[in-house]
Each structure stands twice: as structure tokens, then as C-alpha cells.
């Protein structure tokens, strides 16, 4: 029988430690515990949400734990992203792990790029990326993003602005043949339909030196829903972040997959450094 989603309340450092270490020792396989393969989502999982993309960074010591993580799992890490291949070039350069950007419109690995989705109708594309600047052009709060593969409008700054920017992102997606509503944590996007991060995971675990191990995803959003649920079918570990999908998903979505939750980026760094100590220590 599969295990049961467990929510998992950790405020402060040292009951995060605890969880950490508790969540590694039950879930790392004891006899091979190189045989995996970690899928990262960034914003909400990696690093809390700052008021417009492009003001996000990452630290260097975040950094250096993923390439040592990468290092340890043989090259078996992911950043599996929203965000457009050259964001994710400025905040992971010269990367020892694989990208994928666009919700899986593009991987990229440290040889090259893998894969890359068709892109959308180019007047379709010009025709929503007309109408979302002209609502960044009538308040400036709102934030229009532009990822080649899909265009967003982010409403952090302007909360009270979300059903407006729902209304139009959905009136845009009906009149808009071969593109798909993504929602997001305050942003509402429209991208090509041919592909998520569920369908970049798999492709990943199809090719070395993903193939074979077993897949561990952490994410935090709708966004992050399909690579959850494959991962979980595939027999590996869906660690939620956050509040946001156990706050809009029924309690029985966790039932039928191994599912683990942690309240957010401070647990997950704790559950990756406890990871490479982890593995550190076992036998090569």
C-alpha cells in the first residue's frame, strides 16, 4: 500500500533539522542511495517569491549545494522552471545540472540543448502579448513577461488586481487556438499546449543520467501538478512545498500517491543539505 500524504508543521530551525533528517532516512534507499534523481522547482521551492521575476537571485551558497548535489548524484538534478531558459541562464550560469524552462517547453542539459517545444502562432502570440502590455500600460503595478514559448502577466505587486487578470488571461485562452491557461502564484499565463513539466520529467527519465533512478520532484503550484503526479505514478517521491496546493486540493489527491509536504524554501534547503550529508557518508 502506498504511504498517505502527511502534513508536516516545522517552524522553527531546529524542528526543520528534525523533519529533514527524519524525511531522509525514511525515504533514501539504504542500499543504493545514489539511485536518484531530484527535480527542483525554483520560485516558491528554491527561493520565496520576490515582487517581479527579475529581481530573484540565488545565493551562492544555493548554489554551491546543487553542484555538489549533482556532483554526488552523478548529474541526476533538475531545475524544472516556469521561468524562460535565459532567466534561468542568469540565475544558474554555467550550470552542472540540466534546465528546464517555459513549464517544460525547453530542456536543456550541461551538453545542450535536448528538447524544445513548437512554437506558438506567431500572430496568435503577437495578438496576447498586444493585450497583456496594454494592461501593464494601464497600471504599471502589474508585470508583463515575455518567454519566447509563453507570455505571463504577474500581479504580485496589484493582488486586488487578480480577477481582472483571470477575466482577461481567460478571455484571451478561449479566442486563442493551440495555446493553454497556466495559472500560477500571482500570474496568470498562456503558453503552447503540447507540453508541461510532467511530460519534461519523463523525458528526463528517459535519457541518461536520469534513466533508471528513482525521482524525487519538490514544487509548489499548479504549475507543478503534472511532474507531482507522474513522479508519484512512476513509483518515485511528490514533495509539495507550501501552502498553496494542499490549500486548493482535496485531502484525498495525496492518497493514492507518495506524497510528502514541507512548509517552504527553508525546509527544502534543509532536506537537500541533509541530503548530501546523506550522501557524503554512504558507500560509493
Not at 154 to 182: D, F, K, M, N, W
Request: some cysteine; overall charge neutral; proline content about 7%.
Amino acid at each position: 500500500m502506498q504511504k498517505p500524504f502527511v502534513s508536516r508543521s516545522h517552524t522553527s530551525a531546529t524542528e526543520t533539522s528534525a523533519v529533514a533528517r527524519e524525511l531522509i532516512s525514511r525515504l533514501l534507499p539504504s542500499d543504493a542511495p545514489q539511485q536518484i534523481a531530484l527535480f527542483l522547482d525554483v520560485d516558491g521551492t528554491l527561493v520565496g517569491f520576490s515582487p517581479t521575476p527579475a529581481v530573484t537571485s540565488i545565493s551562492p551558497a544555493m548554489r554551491q549545494l546543487l553542484d555538489t548535489l549533482t556532483a554526488q548524484l552523478g548529474g541526476a538534478v533538475a531545475i524544472v522552471s516556469g521561468r524562460s531558459m535565459q532567466d534561468l541562464a542568469r540565475l544558474f550560469p554555467d550550470p552542472t545540472f540540466a534546465h528546464v524552462g517555459a513549464h517544460g517547453g525547453e530542456i536543456r542539459t550541461p551538453a545542450g540543448l535536448v528538447a524544445r517545444a513548437p512554437a506558438p502562432d506567431a500572430v496568435t502570440m503577437a495578438t496576447v502579448r498586444a493585450a497583456m502590455q496594454r494592461a501593464v500600460a494601464s497600471d504599471p503595478r502589474l508585470y508583463f513577461e515575455d518567454k519566447g514559448a509563453s507570455l505571463a502577466l504577474h500581479y504580485r505587486r496589484a493582488p486586488e488586481c487578480e480577477q481582472q487578470v483571470r477575466e482577461l488571461v481567460t478571455t484571451l485562452g478561449r479566442e486563442a487556438s493551440g495555446l493553454r491557461i497556466q495559472w500560477g502564484a500571482a500570474v496568470a499565463e498562456l503558453r503552447g499546449d503540447s507540453f508541461d513539466k510532467g511530460s519534461a520529467v519523463e523525458s528526463l527519465l528517459g535519457m541518461q543520467p536520469f534513466q533508471g533512478r528513482r525521482p524525487w520532484y519538490f514544487g509548489d503550484d499548479d504549475t507543478d501538478l503534472p511532474a507531482l503526479q507522474y513522479v508519484a505514478s512512476a513509483g518515485g517521491t511528490a514533495i509539495t512545498v507550501g501552502d498553496r496546493l494542499r490549500s486548493r486540493l482535496p485531502a484525498n489527491f495525496y492518497q493514492p500517491i507518495r506524497g510528502e509536504h514541507l512548509d517552504g524554501p527553508s525546509a527544502v534547503w534543509a532536506v537537500l543539505r541533509e541530503l548530501s550529508g546523506a550522501l557524503s557518508s554512504a558507500p560509493q
